[in-house]
């Protein structure tokens, strides 16, 4: 059972548009929330991360909303760039008990000129 | 900047041989996760330690994994015998401690199995 299903699972955006992704978790348990950029050959890099108190989190051009009800969350890229084509990953994780990450597939991203 | 140390960052190895990857957390980080990401998938937990201990090895395939942290610091994950299936990369983090949020990763090793 895949408890983080993330969409699409690849996506192509011209430059200086807008790149959208999307989570959906079922464990209501889970209370943080993270993004991580990949690039080929290298670990996931910690982007931004948001927590259920807060609808929306912002850091420079790469933002978190967060709808609790349905329980979603996306990551909206505002005037992507080249340079931000990368593997993109959802994850949660449930600060009790010390649980790991749980990762969503994936999304691959291209930025185009 | 502090980061994750790993190595080799490549490893070919055949079927039915020993192989073993090595990991250096952040200083001072308390918490160490191994993962295993297959090509086009997102990682998924091997094991898990706090300090010398291990918290969490429900997904490790104990039959021909092993992982150890001998001395709480740096972490070796071994393989034996090694299969074609275990061809991915594998990805080493680490937290603060249990309690913190945030995990940082290193750049991995890409095993392939031949």
């Known amino acids: 059972q895949q408890q983080v299903k993330q969409s699409p699972q690849s996506l192509i955006v011209q430059k200086g548009g807008i790149s959208i992704i999307n989570c959906a978790y079922e464990?209501?348990?889970?209370?943080?929330f993270p993004w991580y950029q990949q690039f080929p050959g290298k670990g996931p890099a910690l982007l931004i991360a948001?927590?259920?108190?807060?609808s929306e989190k912002k850091e420079g051009r790469f933002t978190i909303s967060f709808n609790k009800s349905a329980k979603q969350f996306s990551l909206h890229i505002m005037d992507s760039q080249p340079g931000d084509s990368a593997t993109y990953f959802c994850?949660?994780?449930?600060?009790?008990?010390?649980?790991?990450?749980?990762f969503g597939k994936g999304t691959r991203l291209s930025v185009i000129a | 900047e502090a980061e994750v140390a790993q190595s080799p960052r490549y490893k070919i190895t055949e079927k039915s041989q020993a192989v073993a990857f090595w990991c250096d957390p952040i200083?001072?980080?308390?918490?160490l996760y191994w993962y295993r990401q297959i090509l086009g998938q997102g990682p998924e937990l091997l094991v898990q330690?706090?300090?010398?201990?291990?918290?969490?090895d429900s997904q490790l395939p104990k039959d021909r994994f092993s992982a150890e942290r001998l001395k709480g610091v740096d972490s070796t994950l071994k393989i034996q015998p090694a299969e074609l299936g275990d061809s991915a990369m594998y990805l080493c983090?680490?937290?603060?401690?249990?309690?913190?949020?945030?995990?940082?990763f290193g750049p991995g090793t890409r095993l392939t199995v031949t």
């Open positions: 983090a680490s937290s603060p401690d249990r309690e913190s949020y945030e995990q940082y």
């Open positions: 464990n209501t348990a889970f209370d943080y």
């Open positions: 948001i927590r259920p108190d807060v």
């Open positions: 994850a949660a994780r449930r600060r009790s008990g010390n649980t790991p990450l749980v």
């Open positions: 200083s001072g980080h308390a918490t």
């Open positions: 330690f706090q300090d010398e201990s291990v918290v969490d």
